[in-house]
Structures are given as structure tokens and as C-alpha cells.
């Protein structure tokens, strides 16, 4: 529904990958290496998913992930997939690249959010958006670090003929999507980056200016100093988005963070990374009783995240399942998305001989060569 609903560049966008997409492949593949092992004759009535996460209970162990433009894909696209969030009680995290400023989101949602930081190379910016991230009330800050260097999304970008500007055949097709068309780009014209446009200069302030000049914004001196110095700046929760080498989970433990994301940012930065569910253990065993451990990167079932919660991670963190849902259906389409992965989760955990997430373990699981070859989510 989400490809037929958007136009194929704003779909390419969300569904893309870095460079020949073996990361992006690999974060599917990955979850096959394990099999359940599930325990028969257990009285699974009354079973359920909840969890606490930094304190607060919730009654799924998810996350939705920080994405960026998610205007693109419906109007207020940031509000929608809050509000989603907050009917479902899970945290819902606001991009530094979102169409939607933190205060709007807190005031037109509710619910828990978490603001996601990129240090781009603007001091000026990124201590605006810590400020108002904390004015707001945002319960987390969160910290990507595997985006010091923009990655190079090739299929995205044959959608344009120069950086903002779309291809003479995508335009066409944008305008074979009418009822898209109407509900984003027509009456309002495109959604624009709000945290960062102030900071820009007036004539580069559109969407479409605010496309090109972004990437270009990242900036490849970010390291752990930058983090200390956060840690110094923000009282709340700080978590660290980016990392998948143990030794780096032990540099933000000392430093004090307060949780980290195994990642590789859905397969859009570094091309052939390891899958992090693949490192979750290892870090999970180490690690888990000093800080909180979230993972994301592929999640589409409910299977996954009992697999990810049986390895050890306190949380999941989901980027395209709940964007597909809010391309299908805008806000009914993101819970629609959020209640599958509930359903199949409360399914697994039944058919594992679970009552609670608590119950998973990894001898629950037995590791093998995967079963089954999955074609490239594109
Ligand atoms: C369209 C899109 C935009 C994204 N934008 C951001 C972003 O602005 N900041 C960020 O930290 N991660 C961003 N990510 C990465 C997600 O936070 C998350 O790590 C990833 O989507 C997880 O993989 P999944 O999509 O397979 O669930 C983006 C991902 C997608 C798909």
C-alpha cells in the first residue's frame, strides 16, 4: 500500500540502502541464523509484552525510530507517527531533519519523545536544538554517530537529475499520485527542515535547497569528547545511536550514558556492515546490567524482536515498518503497522511457551547457517 500510495522517489527515499544495499540485505537475512526452541505445555493465558524502558512501564518493547522528511510521505508526517506512538504508550524519536519542531510534536502527541541529534557543522544548530529538545520536555536525547560521513544511497538518488531536483520521469510520476500529491506537496508545498532552517541562509531555506545542503553539513570530526561534553549539557537520558563494536558501548558505559543503540542505520551508511543482531549477544552478555541496549536495523516481525529480546536487548527500535504504515494510512496506518508487530509478538511469545518477555532467553535459540535467501527489500 505504502508503494502504491507515494511516488516512487519519496518510496526510494525511505526503502533505499548505501551502495550495492549488503547491509540493507544482510539486517533481513540475519534474523534466520536463529531458530526458536520453544518449550511445550505451558499455560500461556494471560501472557503479555510489557517492559520497562529508563524507568517508565510500556506495554511493547518498542521504539519508533528517528527518521528524517517524513513529510514527504504524509503531511505532518512526524505528528502522525507521535500520535501513533503515544496511543500505543511507546516513545516515539524525533528526527534533527524532521518537518516538525519538538515543542509542536510534545504539544500535538503527547507521549514519550526522544530527540535525535545529528552534530551537524553548525555549533549555533546543534545547541538550538538541545535547548529546545530540553524546553520541550523531551525524555531522551539521542546521539547518532554513524552518520559523521552522509552515505551514498544510489538508487535514491537516480531519482534526480542534480542534488533537489527531481528527474524529468519521477516528476511525472509524482504526478500520477495525485491524492499524494494533495496531501503534501500541493496546498502547503514541501515539507521544509524546521530545526535547520534558521541556521541556513534565506535562499537556501526551501525543501527542496535544505535536500542538497544537508548532506554536506555532516560533520567528520564528531568523537567522544563531543559526547562528554553532552553528558555535561544534558541531565535527561543520553543514548548513543550509531555503534556496533563492543569497545565502543564500554567508552560510552564510562563516560555515562544511559543507553546505545546497536545499529547501522537500517543500511544506509556504511555498506556491509555485520547486522547488529549479530553483535547484540556479545554485547548484550557484557553489557545489558550497565547499560540500556537498544537494536534496530530490519525489524519486521514480531519474531524478530523476541529474537532481539532473547539475545538481550531491552528494546527494539523500528525506521520503514512503522513508515510503511504511516505511507499506507497516515496515523491509522503507523498503529496499524505498530498493532501487526504486537499481534505477532504476543503470537510468539504463546507459541514459545512465554508468558512474558522476561521469559526469553538465548536458550531459546539455536544458531545455524541461514535457511533462506532473501531478496533485497528494494
Ligand atoms: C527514511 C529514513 C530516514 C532516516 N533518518 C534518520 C535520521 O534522521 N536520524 C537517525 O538517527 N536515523 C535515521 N534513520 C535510521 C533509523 O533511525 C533507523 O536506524 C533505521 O531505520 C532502522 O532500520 P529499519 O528501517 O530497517 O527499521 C533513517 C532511516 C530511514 C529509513
Given at each position: 500500500m505504502a508503494r502504491r500510495y507515494a511516488p516512487a522517489f519519496a518510496f526510494e527515499y525511505v526503502e533505499g540502502g548505501a551502495e550495492d544495499e549488503l547491509a540493507l540485505a544482510r539486517n533481513r537475512q540475519a534474523f534466520d541464523r536463529w531458530r526458536f526452541l520453544p518449550r511445550t505445555l505451558?499455560?500461556?493465558?494471560?501472557?503479555h509484552a510489557r517492559t520497562t524502558l529508563f524507568g517508565v512501564e510500556q506495554p511493547l518493547p518498542l521504539v519508533i525510530a528517528p527518521t528524517g522528511l517524513n513529510g514527504i510521505l504524509r503531511r505532518d508526517g512526524d505528528l502522525l507517527l507521535a500520535r501513533a506512538a503515544a496511543a500505543a504508550g511507546i516513545p516515539f524519536c524525533l528526527s534533527t531533519v524532521s518537518n516538525a519542531r519538538p515543542e509542536r510534536v510534545i504539544e500535538a502527541a503527547g507521549g514519550r519523545v526522544w530527540m535525535q541529534l545529528y552534530m551537524l557543522n553548525h555549533p549555533a544548530l546543534v545547541d538550538d536544538v538541545v535547548s529546545r529538545a530540553d524546553s520541550a520536555g523531551c525524555e531522551a536525547l539521542v546521539f547518532t554517530t554513524d552518520a559523521n560521513v552522509f552515505g551514498s544511497r544510489e538508487w535514491d538518488k537516480r531519482s534526480f537529475r542534480a542534488p533537489g531536483s527531481l528527474s524529468l520521469r519521477r516528476l511525472l510520476d509524482a504526478a500520477c499520485h495525485p491524492r499524494w500529491a494533495w496531501d503534501v506537496a500541493i496546498p502547503h508545498g514541501l515539507p521544509r527542515f524546521v530545526n535547520v532552517m534558521d541556521f541556513l541562509p534565506p535562499e537556501a531555506r526551501s525543501a527542496k535547497a535544505g535536500v542538497s545542503l544537508i548532506p554536506a553539513l555532516f560533520r567528520p570530526s564528531i568523537d567522544w569528547d563531543d559526547v562528554a561534553r553532552l553528558r555535561d549539557r544534558w541531565r535527561r537520558r543520553l543514548i548513543i545511536k550509531g555503534i556496533l563494536d563492543p569497545a565502543d558501548v564500554e567508552r560510552a558505559v564510562r563516560l555515562g550514558c544511559d543507553g546505545v543503540v546497536l545499529t547501522n542505520h537500517g543500511g544506509r551508511q556504511l555498506d556491509t556492515t555485520v547486522a547488529p543482531i549479530e553483535v547484540l549477544g556479545e554485547i548484550a552478555r557484557a553489557y545489558r546490567d550497565r547499560i540500556t541496549i537498544l537494536v534496530d536495523s530490519g525489524f519486521r516481525r514480531g519474531s524478530d524482536v523476541a529474537k532481539a529480546m532473547a539475545l538481550g536487548a531491552h528494546g527494539v527500535m523500528v525506521g520503514r515498518a512503522t513508515l510503511y504504515g504511516l505511507a499506507a494510512g497516515g496515523e491509522a496506518g503507523a498503529s496499524h503497522a505498530i498493532a501487526i508487530l504486537a499481534s505477532e509478538l504476543d503470537r510468539v511469545l504463546g507459541q514459545l511457551g512465554c508468558r512474558s518477555l522476561a521469559e526469553l532467553g538465548s536458550a531459546m535459540l539455536r544458531e545455524g547457517p541461514p535457511t533462506v535467501a532473501f531478496p533485497a527489500e528494494s
Open positions: 505451558v499455560n500461556t493465558t494471560g501472557r
